[in-house]
């Protein structure tokens, strides 16, 4: 039987409209002309900062001073998860070298970008957590130059504990500044930053849609929308701890999807019945963002079989996919779209936006059907290199010239017949001429 929807969405997540692909277009050719100063025009015009760009060392010192120590012991409780987890992602992307036959060797290297820009998210909410997930994860994987940006919160500038956390991941610098201009900041080097060889770092649709232009010369992580969750639950699941995982990430905004898949109808019955009051009680912007999020992007589907399920899952290829249901290694080994699985009612989705180690920037609107999250990965270079001599060089040489004139690349093949007549060493004959 097919898949049967208790609640649809009416609605749909926006995609980036033309008029923001147009205006960054516009923004950028000003920041790319006009440099730090049109940049500072737009943090006095759109975040209305009227203070230094960059942060002293004695300002981020005086903002760690006002930080509570309960806090500051959390958050390094937090960034001690990320930076071990991401130390051990480094540890698995290695040098290596191979002799395909003899005399042809062939390796590669793991080599750390040089510069990066970590962009971090203000407004709404103070995203501590994403200074530590993006700053910290490129200090593991070797990045020596990094530099964060992060916009105003009003005349305070950057929050104390924002500006606590970036310093403890390892900021080499960080920007007052945020939109538009702060990814043109660290893009194009201005400020005293090195122009970035990667943007990293979620924000809003005018950053996301800045990256995606910037895209080609410089490398991003992702070009990531709203933020999208889904719950996988059989009968063995608890109502009310489903239906508050599910509001707590409707809570991100009004255009971030949520959705359940469930082969338990009465489960299904009482979620749907307590997610209204469960929002109701959080407060304002919360309230507004996930009553929005629920009523209009909000599903609920009702699945015969685990399968299913799984395939409606591969399907969406959420960004957050929690599962609570029985038999949780069976789904850990079925499931293959997602950009972070938890598994187990005690695993909530928040513990992994916040603290637990593993990356929280993670593909949205689909996207992880082919790519995964931030990672060392992300900036670090697998580059390859390989070395001849004369052992290998006589058959490498003829099927080079071979494939080269197949190919009707003639130049190719010469620059192959040259190594063939001047390096390659006749085989030598035994004494009976053989």
């Not at 699985?341 to 928040?350: P, Y």
């Amino acid at each position: 039987m097919p898949i049967r929807f208790l609640k649809t969405a009416p609605g749909q997540p926006p995609q980036t409209a033309s008029d923001t692909a147009d205006t960054v277009q516009l923004m950028l050719a000003r920041l790319r002309a006009g440099g730090a100063q049109v940049a500072l025009e737009y943090a006095r015009q759109l975040d209305n900062w009227q203070g230094e760009i960059s942060v002293s060392r004695a300002q981020v010192d005086q903002a760690i001073a006002q930080v509570p120590q309960a806090l500051k012991d959390d958050i390094r409780w937090a960034h001690d998860n990320i930076s071990r987890f991401a130390a051990a992602q480094r540890a698995t992307a290695q040098d290596m070298q191979v002799e395909l036959r003899p005399g042809l060797i062939a390796g590669q290297r793991q080599i750390p970008l040089g510069a990066a820009g970590c962009y971090v998210p203000g407004g709404r909410y103070t995203h501590i957590a994403s200074a530590l997930m993006s700053i910290g994860t490129a200090r593991e994987a070797g990045v020596a130059d990094i530099t964060a940006c992060s916009p105003p919160n009003g005349a305070e500038g950057i929050p104390a504990a924002m500006l606590y956390a970036m310093d403890l991941a390892g900021a080499t610098r960080i920007l007052t500044i945020g939109g538009v201009q702060g990814v043109a900041a660290m893009a194009f080097g201005m400020f005293g930053a090195p122009a970035a060889d990667i943007l990293v770092g979620p924000g809003n649709a005018y950053v996301a849609e800045a990256k995606r232009q910037l895209f080609g010369p410089i490398g991003i992580d992702m070009f990531a929308g709203p933020t999208d969750s889904l719950v996988l639950a059989d009968h063995t699941a608890d109502a009310e701890t489903v239906a508050i995982d599910l509001v707590g990430q409707a809570e991100h905004g009004a255009n971030s999807p949520v959705w359940l898949a469930t082969t338990h109808k009465p489960l299904a019955d009482q979620v749907l019945a307590r997610i209204p009051s469960m929002i109701a009680d959080l407060p304002e912007p919360n309230r507004s963002a996930a009553t929005t999020a629920w009523a209009d992007l909000g599903e609920v589907v009702l699945c015969d079989t685990p399968e299913e399920m799984a395939q409606f899952s591969d399907e969406k290829a959420p960004e957050h996919l929690h599962v609570q249901a029985a038999d949780l290694p069976w789904w850990r080994d079925r499931l293959s779209a997602y950009g972070s699985l938890f598994l187990g009612e005690e695993t909530t989705v928040a513990f992994g936006d916040k603290a637990a180690g593993p990356n929280h920037v993670l593909p949205t609107s689909g996207a992880a059907r082919y790519t995964g999250g931030l990672s060392v990965h992300k900036f670090l270079k697998t580059v390859t290199w390989q070395q001849v001599d004369e052992r290998s060089l006589p058959d490498l040489a003829r099927v080079t010239a071979s494939l080269s004139r197949a190919e009707r690349m003639e130049g190719h093949a010469r620059s192959a017949d040259i190594r063939l007549e001047r390096f390659a060493t006749p085989p030598k004959r035994a004494a009976n001429g053989v």
